[in-house]
Structures are given as C-alpha cells and as structure tokens.
C-alpha cells in the first residue's frame, strides 16, 4: 500500500497505538512524497510565521525530502480557513495541521478531512472531536495558572493583596483562551484580589485591547489598577500602550505569553512583569515529525491523551527580569545582540546581560 494510503486507513486505529513516549527521533523518510499543509489562524501573533511556519517546513524537508510542505494563513477569519482546508484537500493534502481560528467552526474542517480519509493534527488549539489523529501543545490552564501566580506574588511584593484588575482574556473563539483564564482563576481563589472588568479580546487584537484598556482606566481611574492579567504578549502590547498613554507610574503588574522580543525589552524597561516561554520550535518539530510518520502510514507513538485524543503536551516555563538570562539567553531563544538594542542597553546592563562599562 502506498504510505499516504496507508495514512488515510490510520485514522480508525491511530490511538490504538498512542501510549508510553514519543519516539520520533528516527523517523526517517517517507517513500513517496506526501503533502503536509499547515492552516495558521492569524498574523497577529508573531509565532505563527517566524517560528512554527518556518521550523515545520524545515522539518519536513529534512524528514521527508519528497514531501511537499503547504499552508496558508487565515488571518483571523475562520470561514477564509475553512476555504483554504477545502482547498488543500481538493489539491491532495494528505495530512492536516490545524491551528484553528474558531474551535466551534473548525469541527466542520475536521469532518471534512475525515470524509476525505486525511487525518487532522490539532496544533496549539484543541479540537474537540474524536476523528482528531493527534494534539500537540502546552497545557493552556498551566499556562494561566503561571501567569496568576506570578501577578499575586508580584502585587503582594508590592503591598497590594486586594488590589484591582482588569483581565485581557484572549479570543472567546480559541479554547486554549478559556483554558488560561480557567488556570487564572485557580490562582486568584482565595485571594482578596477584585477583577474590576474583564474581556476576551476578538482575534487577540493588541489594538482592541489597547482601546479597552483605555476605557477601563478612565471608567476606574487609572490609580485604582494594581494589575493587568494579559493572556499573551500581543494582548500586553495593547495594555501597556494605553497604561503609559495615561500616565500610570508606577505601571500595573502585567502578565504576558509567548516570550516575544518585544515583550522581553518590556520586561527589561518596567513595563511588563512576566511572561511565559513556551518552546514553540520544539512544539513545531513535534507536529512535523508527527505528521511525517502519519504521512508514511505509521502509527505516532504519545505520551498522554486529551479527551481520548491521543496527544504530546510539552511545558510551558514562566520568564521574568532576572530569567532572561538563564533561560532565553542560555537557552538560545534570544540572542544578547537582539535583545539588546540602543534603546535597551542601559536595561540590559542593569540586569546583567551587558557588562558595565568601566570608567
């Protein structure tokens, strides 16, 4: 049987297979060139084109020299990827990777898929369905639990274990923003902390966030704002941009996701508190390696299940001042020079990424 063949008749028994570890290293390559076609949700978030496109499309042509590697990005229109699904399974896609725009709306591509007899990976967004080959992400409620954490102990460093804050929640569309306030939630149980108002901010747009954070702060008065749950680093963008637009000093603790550049020189500046690495281009691997061995009609090996989808869930790590160094600098995410521009170098010395100079 050719290996797509064989790929196509995986999708009844696939999680028959998945226990124990993953065992990708040796792949190898498939026999015949395959299509693999990765659907990205947005361009709003940086990850999806700089780290994930990329690392997959490498990936496959390492693993899989004959096999060819699409995708297409819906830029937070959930009818134009349901349209770029159908067009990849129209050409011959024979495995799906899907970040889906919509959860809900997505289901229809994973049916479609099915029918076609094409397996679906679920990439970063879980998919509620049981025709869903496999699932690779971090946990998205250990994520909020991280960033909940760190905003209680940062307001109590401050003095302020009562204190106000306005919850920037991700797309009400994409479940793994439902999955961090549920992890926020753990965290501020028991505390006296008050939510002054909350959102899920369509499409994580860093300018609708940045327009409601500024209609918060002249709804409660900027000084009655002691922290800024914001469930990733576009979304903290956005709060930020309006906390200094008026005038906040000292600026709210704000919370972050995704360890973007930008994000770090905030946090380098005072103008974010934390945010969490995820190692995005270990997960990007995961899925492509995964997506070769399906493509060649094998059964992926996985380490746990999601709603009986067999799945690999990978740990997310919180990032503040005094981890950049150690874990994005050592770890090889970010480099000092990129880090470090003119505007930064100053931040940068104070927290020990540049050495001072001597007089």
């Known amino acids: 049987m050719r290996p797509v063949g064989r790929a196509r008749a995986l999708l009844g028994v696939v999680a028959a297979f998945a226990a124990a570890a993953l065992a990708l290293g040796g792949c190898g390559r498939a026999d015949e060139g395959a299509t693999i076609a990765f659907l990205m949700p947005?361009?709003?978030t940086e990850r999806w084109e700089s780290i994930d496109r990329t690392t997959m499309e490498q990936v496959v042509a390492q693993r899989c020299p004959t096999c060819t590697f699409r995708y297409a990005n819906a830029r937070e229109d959930a009818l134009a990827q349901r349209e770029q699904a159908e067009s990849f399974l129209a050409d011959g896609a024979d495995v799906l990777v899907l970040t889906a725009v919509d959860g809900a709306s997505a289901l229809s591509i994973v049916a479609e898929a099915t029918s076609r007899g094409v397996p679906v990976i679920a990439y970063d967004r879980f998919l509620a369905s049981p025709d869903v080959a496999f699932y690779v992400s971090f946990d998205p409620r250990r994520v909020g639990r991280i960033q909940g954490d760190a905003l209680v102990a940062a307001l109590a460093e401050r003095g302020q274990e009562d204190g106000g804050i306005l919850l920037v929640g991700g797309a009400a569309t994409d479940p793994n923003a439902a999955g961090a306030r549920a992890g926020l939630d753990d965290a501020l149980a028991g505390t006296?902390?008050?939510?002054?108002?909350?959102i899920d901010v369509p499409g994580w747009s860093p300018d609708l966030a940045r327009g409601w954070v500024?209609?918060?702060?002249?709804?409660?008065?900027?000084?009655?704002?002691?922290?800024?749950?914001?469930?990733?680093?576009?979304?903290?963008?956005?709060?930020?941009?309006?906390?200094?637009?008026?005038?906040?000093?000292?600026?709210?603790?704000?919370?972050?996701?995704?360890?973007?550049?930008s994000a770090v020189q905030r946090i380098l500046a005072g103008q974010q508190t934390m945010t969490v690495y995820k190692a995005i281009a270990q997960q990007a691997r995961t899925a492509a390696e995964i997506?070769?061995?399906?493509?060649?009609?094998?059964?992926?090996?996985?380490?746990?299940?999601?709603?009986?989808?067999?799945?690999?869930?990978?740990?997310?790590?919180?990032?503040?001042?005094?981890?950049?160094?150690?874990?994005?600098?050592?770890?090889?995410?970010?480099?000092?020079?990129?880090?470090?521009?003119?505007?930064?170098?100053?931040?940068?010395?104070?927290?020990?990424?540049?050495?001072?100079?001597?007089?």
């Open 42 to 44: 947005d361009a709003t």
């Open 192 to 198: 006296a902390h008050r939510v002054l108002a909350e």
């Open 214 to 261: 500024a209609d918060q702060l002249a709804r409660v008065g900027t000084e009655n704002v002691a922290g800024v749950w914001a469930a990733n680093d576009a979304l903290a963008a956005g709060a930020v941009s309006a906390l200094l637009a008026a005038g906040a000093d000292p600026l709210p603790v704000v919370t972050g996701q995704d360890a973007e550049l």
């Open 291 to 359: 997506a070769v061995t399906i493509s060649r009609g094998e059964p992926p090996v996985a380490p746990s299940r999601v709603e009986g989808v067999p799945a690999v869930l990978l740990t997310p790590t919180g990032v503040d001042r005094d981890d950049i160094a150690s874990i994005l600098v050592g770890g090889g995410v970010l480099a000092v020079d990129d880090i470090c521009t003119p505007t930064f170098a100053q931040a940068c010395t104070d927290a020990g990424l540049l050495p001072r100079s001597t007089p």
